[in-house]
Nanobody, 121 residues
Framework: VQLVESGGGLVQTGGSLRLSCRVS????????MVWFRQIPGKGREFVAG???????DYLDSVKGRFTVSRDNAKSTAYLQMTSLKPEDTAVYYC????????????????WGQGTQVTVSS
């Protein structure tokens, strides 16, 4: 199983980025796709999740700004981030392996390598 994130970078406050997570080795369409983020010295924080049935869940602070989506034909999940704030700065990780969305990072065994998002003020 492999997850490969891409799309991170440096943006100014108010800017946008779209993260991608390409998945291989699992039946993509049967699994929830979940995004976490982590800053140095802190644990991984749930950001957004999307079930196989297209139900979504978001961290309160990103609701209305972030959108999680998936393309089953491409085995790829996306996290569209708009109106970015400096407090969104983190390494963003995608994960999968459950049919439901859990906000507990301990529920997941499979992680991508992460992609750095830096929002300048």
């Amino acid at each position: 199983v492999q997850l490969v994130e891409s799309g991170g970078g440096l943006v100014q406050t108010g800017g946008s980025l779209r993260l991608s997570c390409r998945v291989s080795g699992v039946t993509f369409s049967s699994n929830a796709m979940v995004w976490f983020r982590q800053i140095p010295g802190k644990g991984r924080e749930f950001v957004a999740g999307l079930t196989p049935g297209e139900n979504t869940d978001y961290l309160d602070s990103v609701k209305g700004r972030f959108t999680v989506s998936r393309d089953n034909a491409k085995s790829t999940a996306y996290l569209q981030m708009t109106s970015l704030k400096p407090e969104d700065t983190a390494v963003y990780y995608c994960t999968t392996g459950q049919t439901f969305v859990s906000t507990n990072p301990g529920r997941y065994d499979i992680w991508g390598q992460g992609t750095q998002v830096t929002v300048s003020s």
